[in-house]
């Protein structure tokens, strides 16, 4: 239903001028006034509904911008707030929206873990080194994620969904070290004293081997 609320809103208010129009004019007091005028009032209405059904088949919306990601756009990620707040615009790109909105949780879900790691361990030393890695493999994924959505604004529909199987094994990656993430919080949470400060448990090594494994995969081109 949401999906189709501008269309919908766009048949309801072009019904109710063309009452108003029709009933205030006389134009039906002349059968061949009243013809055109029907004629006329039906073409609007299918030109109107064409635009809705030909941005709905490109995956757009309706009155939204043509580029959503600019030059600009890079010129902009300063902060790790300014990364999100693109992510937030691709959430109105559909053919990228579910895979943008899954990003931004997934964001949310690191700082909590991250936050939760530091309330119960010793900050600092290797998990700290560690979680920035994290963070950084987070935000890089959000530009490769832009710069796909960018190449996606001018593809055809037939090569959207080999852009969005790209972004889904961005979405993986992700998926991937935070699991990652969530075995070293459970291994740290078991240590007490100064043992939490070690960094000899297995899964902090894991973690490691994933962003090592992230980062091979980035330089030989398979995340490119």
Not at 6 to 21: E, P, R, W
Request: charged residues 20%; hydrophobic residues 40%; aromatic residues 8%.
């Amino acid at each position: 239903m949401k999906k189709y609320l501008g269309q919908i809103v766009f048949n309801l208010v072009a019904a109710a001028a063309g009452a108003v129009l029709f009933t205030s004019t006389g134009i039906l007091d002349s059968a061949a006034t009243a013809v055109l005028g029907i004629i006329a009032f039906m073409g609007a209405m299918c030109a109107g509904n064409y635009v809705f059904v030909k941005f709905a088949g490109e995956g757009k919306k309706a009155f939204q911008p043509d580029y959503i990601i600019t030059e600009q756009t890079f010129d902009s990620l300063n902060e790790p707030e300014s990364y999100i707040e693109v992510m937030k615009d691709l959430r109105s790109y559909t053919p990228c929206r579910a895979e943008a909105i899954k990003m931004i949780q997934q964001w949310e879900l690191y700082k909590k873990k991250s936050a939760t790691l530091n309330a119960i361990s010793y900050q600092g030393g290797v998990y700290e080194v560690v979680n920035q890695d994290v963070e950084s493999v987070m935000l890089n994924n959000m530009v490769l994620f832009m710069k796909r959505a960018a190449i996606m604004q001018s593809s055809n529909v037939n090569e959207q969904n080999m852009h969005r199987s790209y972004l889904r094994s961005l979405v993986a990656s992700n998926e991937k070290i935070l699991g990652d993430y969530t075995n070293l919080l459970i291994e740290a949470s078991q240590l007490t004293g100064e043992d939490s400060g070690k960094a000899e448990i297995k899964s902090l090594n894991l973690l490691i081997a994933s962003i090592r494994d992230y980062r091979k995969d980035l330089e030989s081109g398979d995340m490119q």
